[in-house]
């Protein structure tokens, strides 16, 4: 079975790249210390400590191997080249018709998306509802919260 494509940014790329470098570097020695200690407490059958650091070590490959795997299977997506349709890298200012309150959202790959920065999924039920529309449209999308409408004011 084929790995599933990674969307990311340039920026967010970089980022993944730098948490790995990290992980690889600074994290490895820790866990290695920290096992280093736990085995030298001695008997390791009743080694809470070192148990905990194995534990930690999986863990922390595991997570490896998920970033190496996202970073060799991304595709790099370049900000929207055209400002017609909204597509993954376009920027949208949307009003949220019931709240009466504009909100402005960069459309990204699901590996990027921070909701708190404004950077939504295009897999979410928004980033979804989004995608190759226009400026002046109106979307609605079904959130547990109800039906949402937003009207598309600007699209970069």
Do not use: C
Request: charged share 30%; aromatic share 2%; glycine share 6%.
């Amino acid at each position: 079975m084929a790995d599933k494509k990674t969307l990311l940014t340039q920026d967010g790329y970089n980022k993944l790249v730098e948490k790995l470098n990290h992980l690889k570097s600074v994290r490895r020695m820790e866990v290695s210390e920290r096992l280093k200690a736990a085995i030298a407490l001695g008997d390791l059958s009743e080694n809470s400590e070192y148990d905990d650091a194995k534990n930690e070590q999986g863990r922390l490959e595991s997570e490896i191997s998920d970033l190496e795997a996202k970073l060799r299977n991304s595709e790099i997506i370049q900000s929207a080249l055209s400002t017609d349709k909204i597509t993954i890298g376009s920027t949208v200012t949307v009003k949220d018709l019931e709240l009466d309150e504009e909100v402005t959202y960069m459309i990204v790959g699901s590996t990027e998306a921070d909701p708190d920065a404004n950077k939504i999924s295009d897999e979410s039920p928004l980033g979804l509802a989004l995608l190759n529309q226009t400026k002046g449209v109106t979307i609605q999308i079904h959130a547990p919260a109800g039906l949402l409408s937003f009207e598309i004011l600007d699209v970069k």
